[in-house]
Structures are given as C-alpha cells and as structure tokens.
C-alpha cells in the first residue's frame, strides 16, 4: 500500500511564537532633518492660530471619496449584500453552529482537503469535537454529505462543505477559502489492489500486497498538481513565516497612499506630514518619516499619518500583530487601526514608548483597545484583523479617557520608521528490503517522486507548515505507542485513527513548526493491536510527545548532489544556489 503525506498548515497564536508569522509594518530607517515647513509652524505658547479652513476641506476629501460616499448610501437603501454575502451561498452548510455560540461564523476556518478519506474524515471528527469551525472540501458532494453530515460537533463547532477538484484550478473559487487559517491536506491518490486480488481486510490491515494500481487521476495530478492549485488559493489566507510587508520606504507592501490627519479638524494649528528620504535609513537606503510641528494651541495636541482606505481591506488575520522598525525620539506614540471604511469612526488603539535610537517595535493585535475621540468603548467589538481598512501613526498630547501622554512635548518632531517519499533512487538503498510502495514507485506512476515534488512546493510557499509521512496505514484503533524520526528511513504500521489525532494536535504546536518527519509504531506488523474497551489508553499529551521527538527543520532525508543527507538539515536555498553557481 502507498504510503501518504500529509501536510498541516497553521498560523501563529501570539507575536512569541515559534514561527512567528508577524506582519511588518516596516516604516523604515531615516534620520536627519525636520521639514522646513514643520519648522515654520512653530507658534509662541497662549498664542491663538487662525483655524485653517482650506486644511479642514482638503483633509476631510483626501480620506472621504464623495462619490464612494453617495455609493455606499444607494447600496444601503437597496438592501444590496457584499459580494462576500452573496458569494458565501456557495459554501453548504452540514452541521449548523450551535445556538450557545452566538460568534461562531466569525470563527477561523480549519480547512480539510481529502476530507472523506480514511483520515480525512477521522480527522474532520476531532476538529468538530473541539467545538472548531471546518470546511471539508470534496470532489464528491454525495458523499461528503453521507459520511460528514451524520458527525456530531461540540459547543461552536460547524461543519462547512465546498464541492470543487483540487486537480482542477478553476473549481478552487476565492469565496471557498475566505477566512481560512489553517489547512490539513489529506489528499492522496487511490490505490487499490488489481482485479483478483480482492482481499481488502488485509489492505487495510495495512498488510503488504504485491499487485496495486493507481485508479482515477495521476500521481502528478494529484500529488503535485493539487498541492500547487490548493496553496495558490489559500497562501494568502495562511500568511508567511516572514511576515508581510505593509509598507516599505522602497514601495512595496498594500499600503501606499498616506495623508495627514491633524488636529485642524477640531481647529487645532498642528501640522505634520510623511515622506520618503533617500540615503537616509539605517542601511544607508530609503526611509519613511512622520515629521511635523504639534503645539496646544486652538485647544488642539496632535498630528498623525493616515492611508487612505484600503480596498479591499487588509486581512491579516493569520498574524499576531504588527512590527515597526523605528528610530524613537524618546516620545510615546500611537498606532491605530481601522476596521471599518467610516472616516471618523471607532478606531482600535495601541499607544507605544519609544527609546533615542534604532529599535523593533512589535505591536499585538490582543492589545489594541477600541477608542472613539480619545474614549475607550468597552463595549465595542474587539479589533477584527480580517478587515483592516486603514492604519494611522499618531504622535498626541493625550491618551485616552482623560489621561495625558507625559512625554509629550509641543515643538517639531520626527519619527524616522520605517514517510517513504524521498527512498526511492537514494545512493546505496535496498529496494527489496523497503515497503512495496518503495518497491513500485515506477509502477505506480512516480508516486513517492510527485509526493516528494508536492512536499518541496510546501516548504518552498513561505507558510507555516508540518509534513508528517506515516508509515503503512491501518485500520487498526488508536492509542498505538508511536515513534518519531527524521530522514525518512521509518518503517511499520500506524493506526489511521493516531495519525489523525496527530494532525490536529499539530495545529497547535509551535515545536512541530516548519519541520518534516516521519510517524510509525513501535507494535510489530504481525501483531494485531487491540484496546480494552473498559480500560482505553489514556490521552496523549501531544505537546509533550512532539517536543520529546526533538524534530529539527530543514531534515528532509532527501539525496542532493548525490549524497543522501540523512537526519543532517537540507542546506538552505540561498547556499544551494551559490554552490551551483
């Protein structure tokens, strides 16, 4: 029997992650001079400004389209859904999120490919039994509908079923993977024995036959090609290890249109702006800066930066936070963030110190507070990462809720910011001694070379993921005492209903991060493992197994240049390229 691979995607849970996928909000690197303008604005203390009302109209125009405006109120009236509502229709719902979960549709999306597969659906079970939001995605409709539609789900928990051809592009449509934050792709090819041998009891014993087939698509087809299809729909959902870049003085990153937001709104004579100075960075290369002049006068006290809003929104759900690279002036500013298109609207804050010099400032999404004019609203929903539709830099004589920043001070400023897949052609290697799929790889079409090319595409995306290659597979109960190990010589059975647990738990454990291992059982092949029913094995405590196994990244058991390397890290890409060069 073909052994498979099954890949587990996940985001981070907090900014001190493992594999911290953080987004970078890289206002990067400047230093030097304040604008002369923003000099000019320096007034005497008591001194009343003439409030500028050319600034007012200008401001309000610049963040509020007109026309965007009159739009919006014509849909309203009409009663016309976004797109997103009108497009969510697509998605069947199975099991119904419980009443007792009035959040629930706003939950993160745990998607399962291969979800009617032997481990598919075990591993559709356990997610719903964790009260989890899941989307199965299945080629076929009826199916998935007779073997996922009878599951029970705990608290919160739903089912959600997509019916589309991971083979085929064209059926991955945007709306099936909106909201998605994690991925466990149990898809694999179907192999069966050939006509006469028909004892399927020992198949799934996971008893060694000699006569297998390939049925329906190709290994390439499936293995590769749907790996590929399926991570260019969803990569974005899942975020990058490395962050993403929200703005980069070098023009990168969504966020490109910045105009100032000042205290003219309430009649205030603060000014500031944002620009980019060449030369001027850390690295000697381009930098952003917010630099202004801000006084108290008019009863104003602040100056910000602001994007225009971004369409569509940021989502950045799959990230802790934000990370800003700037060089501090001693002063305490703010960051806020809007997750609705309004103009003057409730906007979720983070006031942060800031230290003379160059420093990292990291921002989680957990800390911002809902504010509306400088008052904290507890009631108001928590910041929504899925739906950022403007960032705003703030430097403020006040705080919230009456307090005052106590270093502030009036005058210019300037914020300088800115299993089995990798056997089979291996130097020195027994076939005869190996598993059949080891064995057949030719016969069964490239199976382990088109699983092991699926494998790299992986570990080539940028997200966050963990491959786990079980052993033979059976049919066998869960509770089985397992092994883990690196450069993919493992060999055994393994229960479906362990491998399952397995994957779940992965979604969950920063120590499995970016890794690639193989899953076995220490029970013999010929004997048949049985549990008491009345005496169950205890749970497993998943973190700590996974952090005994001691997994390192970059093992991948696969040959390069001719050398098997064995449990010894996989060089990374960037040395690749320069040895052969």
Not at 158 to 174: F, H, K, N, W
Not at 196 to 220: C, H, L, N, W
């Amino acid at each position: 029997m073909a052994p498979i691979s099954l890949s587990v995607v996940r985001t981070t849970s907090n900014l001190h992650a493992a594999c911290p996928g953080r987004t970078q909000l890289l206002t990067k690197h400047t230093q030097g001079r304040t604008a002369r303008a923003a000099r000019d604005l320096i007034v005497r203390a008591g001194e009343r400004q003439p409030w500028d009302f050319g600034r007012f109209v200008s401001t309000v125009t610049y963040f509020n389209n007109p026309a965007e405006v009159i739009q919006n109120i014509v849909k309203s009236m009409l009663g016309q859904g976004s797109a997103a509502e009108q497009q969510e229709s697509a998605i069947i719902t199975l099991i119904a999120p419980s009443q007792a979960s009035s959040t629930t549709n706003k939950q993160p999306v745990v998607m399962v490919t291969g979800a009617t597969g032997g481990v598919g659906r075990r591993v559709v079970a356990l997610l719903l039994s964790k009260g989890l939001r899941v989307r199965a995605l299945a080629r076929d409709g009826d199916k998935a509908r007779s073997l996922l539609g009878g599951l029970r789900a705990a608290a919160g928990g739903s089912l959600e079923l997509v019916v589309a051809d991971i083979t085929q592009r064209p059926t991955l449509l945007p709306e099936f993977f909106r909201g998605v934050r994690a991925l466990v792709s149990c898809t694999a090819v179907k192999v069966q024995p050939k006509e006469g041998d028909a004892d399927r009891s020992k198949y799934f014993q996971g008893i060694k036959f000699y006569d297998p087939m390939v049925v329906g698509d190709t290994p390439e087809t499936v293995e590769l090609r749907g790996m590929v299809n399926v991570l260019d729909a969803v990569k974005e959902q899942l975020g990058s290890s490395d962050g993403k870049v929200v703005w980069a003085a070098d023009g990168s990153g969504v966020a490109t249109s910045w105009g100032s937001l000042d205290d003219v709104v309430m009649g205030g004579a603060s000014s500031s702006g944002f620009f980019v100075q060449q030369g001027a960075g850390e690295d000697g290369g381009p930098a952003g800066v917010f630099a202004g002049n801000i006084t108290s006068a008019n009863n104003g006290g602040f100056a910000s930066v602001r994007t225009r809003n971004l369409d569509p929104p940021l989502d950045l759900q799959a990230y802790a936070g934000l990370e800003l690279r700037i060089k501090g002036d001693g002063q305490r500013y703010k960051l806020i963030i809007r997750c609705d298109p309004g103009w003057d609207s409730v906007g979720h804050t983070l006031s942060f110190p800031t230290q003379p010099g160059w420093q990292t400032v990291r921002l989680s999404f957990s800390e911002f507070l809902p504010v509306f004019r400088a008052k904290t609203m507890r009631n108001a929903d928590p910041i929504n990462p899925q739906s950022i539709y403007s960032i705003q830099l703030m430097l403020s004589k006040f705080e919230s809720d009456g307090a005052l920043n106590d270093t502030f001070r009036e005058g210019s400023f300037e914020l300088p910011s800115c299993a089995s897949v990798t056997r089979p052609g291996r130097p020195g290697i027994n076939v005869d001694e190996e598993p059949p799929a080891v064995r057949m790889n030719e016969m069964l079409g490239g199976i382990l070379d088109f699983k092991l090319a699926a494998e790299d595409e992986l570990r080539g995306s940028g997200v966050p993921f963990a491959i786990v290659r079980p052993v033979a597979l059976t049919e066998e109960p869960g509770g089985m005492p397992l092994k883990f190990d690196q450069g993919d010589t493992l060999r055994g059975k393994v229960s479906r209903e362990d491998v399952a647990e397995l994957c779940v738990a992965l979604l969950d454990q920063p120590a499995a991060v970016n890794t690639t291992f193989e899953v076995g059982s220490t029970v013999p092949f010929s004997q048949p493992w049985t549990v008491d029913v009345a005496n169950p094995p205890p749970p497993r405590d998943w973190t700590a197994v996974i952090q005994g196994a001691g997994l390192k990244q970059r093992v991948t058991g696969k040959t390069v240049d001719g050398r098997y390397l064995g449990k010894d890290p996989e060089p990374e890409r960037s040395k690749q390229l320069a040895n052969k060069a």
